[in-house]
């Protein structure tokens, strides 16, 4: 019996020991838990100080280490989660727009003192960089934009303040586009005065030059030749660019309309002409003459009736005739080569469908190079084509007056400016 009481005082005193190792290990764990989650808190402040800090590194009216040192510590105060002696410092890289932040802060134990452990000291790193970027400004002009043209301007040259801070690394570029589609400045940088002047000279076109041709001012924004063949600046190639080098390309496309019309090959009398197709209800049509694709204006070449578009006497529909030869890339239902005489309310209804699966196609080439399209809508738009165009729900705007244009241009500019801090 003296044996056994001896046992059970031995197992007690073993309890006990592997009770408090059991504990200690324990307390140890919740304060490791602790130190990840200091770690943890650390890291979004100074991720926040590092995102001012780059939002800022062109402002020249902000002292950066001071805004980062106090954006940082408003997130993570000293003594915050019992952390104390915090400690902040940034580095600017301006020539590459980079910007690190590092914290570190000491954190008292309690159950690590039974391992000799007083403080652990707490690190942590964030880095942040602004990406270049290139926009192309897309506006309609057509007849439609009488009364809103005003409010278009405000808000489009109201975007471009946004932007003034970096526009010697930047690039920016406008297009308008009604009947005929103009490159009003070319893709480039210091923009911000010569686009201003742009847009305060856009005006509705006379009659003849209304329509709505949006596929063409989408072809136009990646075209890499003018009217003549001669180069012209446009987004920058990057196929081969790595994607966490590439500048951030955007494109803002904006209408109150539907596609009306579209930029094609046409043959009259065995000559053929890279032309304007007019809106089928529009007087345009009426004249039943084709468009120059930039001015807009009647070239006095008849687009009917359809046919081989081949010389008197030569062709097979009997008499002169105009080929459409974009039937061989969108057919026509129902018709096959040499396409005599479409008779034309089914010609109206196909230039509607064509202008919009063309203006799709376009800015289905953009996206594909990772250009992303913002798209606004005014009034009576067709917003299931604006939907189709636009880079997805985030990147669609609609309103139904132009009072509110300014705000929706603010907004997406804000957005770019987001965008371009990681």
């Not at 209804?349 to 800015?363: D, G, L, P, W």
């Amino acid at each position: 019996m003296k044996d056994l009481k001896n046992q059970a005082g031995a197992i007690v005193i073993i309890l006990a020991v592997l009770l408090s190792i059991f504990l200690g290990l324990m307390g140890l764990g919740i304060e490791v838990g602790k130190w990840y989650l200091v770690k943890a808190e650390m890291s979004k402040a100074i991720d926040a100080a590092a995102l001012m800090g780059i939002k800022n590194i062109s402002n020249p009216y902000v002292d950066l280490d001071q805004l980062m040192q106090e954006t940082a510590k408003e997130n993570f105060p000293d003594g915050y989660l019992g952390s104390k002696s915090l400690s902040v410092q940034s580095e600017v890289d301006l020539e590459n727009k980079v910007i690190t932040v590092t914290a570190e802060a000491k954190v008292n134990s309690i159950f690590a003192k039974l391992f000799g452990i007083e403080t652990i000291q707490i690190s942590n790193m964030a880095r942040g960089r602004r990406d270049r970027v290139e926009i192309m400004l897309v506006l309609d002009r057509s007849g439609s934009m009488s009364r809103a043209l005003d409010d278009l301007k405000d808000a489009a040259k109201n975007f471009l303040d946004f932007f003034e801070d970096t526009q010697d690394e930047d690039k920016a570029g406008l297009i308008t586009y009604a009947t005929g589609v103009k490159v009003d400045f070319p893709l480039g940088y210091n923009f911000v005065d010569s686009m201003k002047d742009a847009i305060d000279d856009m005006s509705i076109p006379p009659k003849g030059d209304r329509d709505t041709n949006m596929e063409d001012a989408l072809d136009q924004a990646d075209d890499d030749t003018d009217r003549n063949g001669n180069p012209t600046i446009t987004f920058t190639d990057q196929t081969d660019v790595p994607e966490d080098e590439r500048i951030q390309q955007f494109l803002l496309f904006f209408s109150d309309g539907r596609a009306t019309s579209f930029r094609a090959d046409f043959s009259r009398n065995g000559n053929k002409y890279n032309v304007v197709i007019p809106d089928p209800y529009d007087v345009d049509w009426a004249e039943g003459y084709l468009h120059d694709p930039y001015t807009g204006k009647s070239m006095g070449i008849k687009f009917m009736p359809t046919g081989d578009g081949k010389k008197s006497g030569e062709s097979t529909c009997g008499r002169k005739t105009t080929r459409w030869w974009i039937f061989e890339d969108y057919p026509i239902e129902g018709y096959d080569y040499p396409y005599c005489n479409i008779p034309e309310y089914k010609l109206k209804r196909y230039v509607y469908a064509t202008a919009k699966q063309m203006a799709i196609k376009h800015a289905q080439e953009l996206k594909d190079k990772g250009i992303k399209i913002y798209t606004i809508g005014l009034g009576s738009v067709d917003k299931e084509l604006l939907a189709a165009i636009s880079s997805g729900p985030e990147f669609q705007y609609y309103t139904p007056t132009s009072d509110d244009l300014k705000a929706i241009f603010n907004a997406i500019a804000k957005e770019i400016k987001l965008r371009l801090v990681r």
